[in-house]
């Protein structure tokens, strides 16, 4: 179900799974390219969470990015991060965050109980992935983003808050739980993983049957 | 050593799209770079990206040459001196 969802800066699109009461997931995609490799996966983990565990859940499409009218060149982290929180005001509820890659980056202010993380990639990080691509494919832009400068500035100081972290086997930093699996984000062309997305919706449900109790 | 071959295996089957089968097989001189048609510029720079996050570590461009992604052997060697600091 498509839901709109207001902040300051106009009114952005949501998707809803899922029971209208209890605890809500809000979901939040990685940035620019990789968004779009994760948003199947993203889905398939709030359908599970809904279908199997009857847990509620919202994808937000956040100011400047999948089908928001705002260009991406007039975006800032603030405004990704202001968005994220309206859309969880909007959804109501008792709100946990999921965030995946540097989507884990967007959830700092926002008013939630608790925050969940998969494979959480800091600004820094991301901004060198970003300069990499910039130097390497010889083209204006940032993989075919066109990015503020104040953006870019921003993203070194970005962190992730403390969150449950999953990362996937293989990935040698601090996690609460190593899950097998391939890493989505990387893959050449944009795949699904049905298996590790009800893996990962378990996770999340157990997580937040416990932050409830 | 081993974790940081795991590792190195683990990304260059997720960026080149890989079967297990086939990173299983790697060893110290499989050839990489000029060898794989699917590591093309923007497959290096997404291996690259990867394994500094997934072992924590910075890879700078003047540290990227040819001779670092000769082979699997050349490319996990390079990554584990850099994990090892």
């Not at chain 1, 400047?64 to 007039?74: D, K, Q």
Request: net charge negative.
């Amino acid at each position: 179900m498509i839901e709109p969802y207001d902040w300051a800066g106009g009114r952005e699109a949501m998707l809803r799974f899922g029971p209208g009461s209890g605890p809500v997931v809000i979901a939040a995609l990685p940035l620019f390219e990789e968004a779009n490799r994760m948003r199947a996966f993203a889905v398939s983990i709030l359908r599970s969470l809904a279908e199997r565990h009857g847990i509620a859940g919202v994808l937000p499409e956040l100011p400047g990015t999948g089908e928001s009218l705002i260009p991406s060149e007039r975006i800032a982290i603030s405004d990704l991060r202001a968005g994220f929180a309206a859309a969880a005001r909007t959804a109501g509820g008792r709100a946990y965050s999921m965030g995946i890659r540097s989507g884990a980056l967007l959830d700092g202010s926002v008013v939630i109980r608790r925050r969940w993380h998969f494979a959480p990639q800091p600004g820094d990080a991301l901004l060198r992935a970003l300069r990499r691509i910039h130097r390497t494919d010889h083209a204006p832009g940032y993989g075919g983003h066109r990015l503020p400068d104040t953006f870019l500035d921003e993203l070194p100081e970005c962190h992730a808050e403390p969150a449950r972290t999953i990362r996937l086997e293989g990935d040698t930093r601090p996690a609460d739980r190593l899950v097998p699996g391939r890493a989505l984000w990387r893959e050449p062309v944009p795949e699904n993983d049905t298996a590790l997305a009800v893996l990962l919706a378990e996770d999340l449900a157990a997580w937040i049957r416990a932050c409830e109790t | 050593m081993l974790e940081v071959e795991t590792t190195v295996r683990g990304v260059l089957r997720d960026v080149l799209g890989l079967s297990d089968d086939r990173v299983a097989a790697f060893d110290e001189g499989t050839p990489l770079f000029g060898a794989l048609p699917e590591l093309d510029s923007l497959a290096v720079a997404g291996v690259l990206t990867e394994i500094e996050d997934r072992l924590g570590i910075l890879i700078e461009d003047d540290e990227v040459d040819g001779e670092m992604l000769e082979s699997f052997g050349t490319l996990t060697r390079f990554a584990a001196q850099k994990a090892m600091g």
